[in-house]
């Protein structure tokens, strides 16, 4: 009984003693630096004196070494589980994030398209409208006839509606008469339309102008009816892409 007691007074002292010195490895190393092992090793050895004896006390300590590395590894992988659920839930947020920017772009994309193909659309308009753009003359004159000048109003409604758009003219005389008079006859003519576009609230910004007189005849027969058709200043709507790939 006496050599109980006193191994008992030993295995205390070394647990107090253990206790002690987990404490210190604790202090100055990782939260896994063994103190659960070490107070396991301790506290297993007291119960393991009390109940079997030297022998009881060794095998205590060992369990409770083993014990309190189980406590240590449970706390550990409890810790990595929870690292692991946070970067989870960071991936699917970067996930849903990378979704939506690859949304955002394919949409861009399908908008640029749709742009390119109404621009598109808008100059092959613009080209057919052209085609019927002529304000006629008669004879030696630059006086722009009444039912012309509603022609020339229609056009000045269409480019207030789409301020991009600009528009080419350019003056024309038949071949009756010195060449010389009429270049500056269709030079004249072509100022006539420009200043009624102008004095309609076009800005002469948007108006690009060239007179050729008679050296641009529509057919090369000289008559009556091709000569009135030669007497002209055309007008043609273009954007401005269209109008810088025409210069």
Do not use: C
Not at 45 to 54: C, H, N, S, T
Not at 107 to 130: C, F, P, S, Y
Not at 201 to 208: A, F, H, K, P
């Amino acid at each position: 009984m006496k050599k109980h007691l006193i191994v008992l007074a030993i295995i205390s002292s070394l647990s107090l003693s253990t206790v002690s010195v987990a404490n210190e490895v604790t202090e100055s190393s990782s939260p896994r630096s063994g103190k659960s092992e070490m107070v396991g090793f301790g506290t297993g050895a007291a119960i393991g004196a009390i109940v079997g004896g030297p022998i009881g006390a060794f095998i205590g300590g060992f369990t409770g070494t083993w014990i309190g590395k189980s406590v240590a590894d449970e706390q550990e992988l409890a810790a990595q589980t929870q690292q692991l659920h946070q970067q989870q839930d960071e991936i699917e947020v970067l996930a849903k994030r990378s979704e939506q920017l690859e949304s955002l772009t394919q949409q861009h994309a399908r908008v640029n398209t749709q742009l390119e193909q109404l621009k598109m659309a808008q100059q092959q308009k613009l080209e057919e409208l052209a085609i019927g753009l002529n304000v006629q003359f008669k004879t030696g004159s630059s006086l722009i006839e009444p039912h012309f000048k509603q022609q020339l109003d229609d056009v000045v409604y269409a480019m207030s509606l789409a301020p991009d758009l600009k528009l080419d003219l350019t003056g024309y005389a038949d071949r009756q008469g010195d060449s010389s008079y009429n270049q500056a006859l269709s030079e004249q003519r072509l100022a006539e339309v420009r200043a009624y576009l102008v004095n309609q609230g076009i800005d002469e910004s948007r108006l690009y102008s060239q007179a050729f007189g008679d050296t641009a005849p529509l057919q090369a027969e000289a008559n009556l009816e091709n000569n009135f058709f030669d007497r002209r200043v055309t007008l043609k709507l273009m954007s401005e892409r269209g109008m810088l790939a025409a210069q």
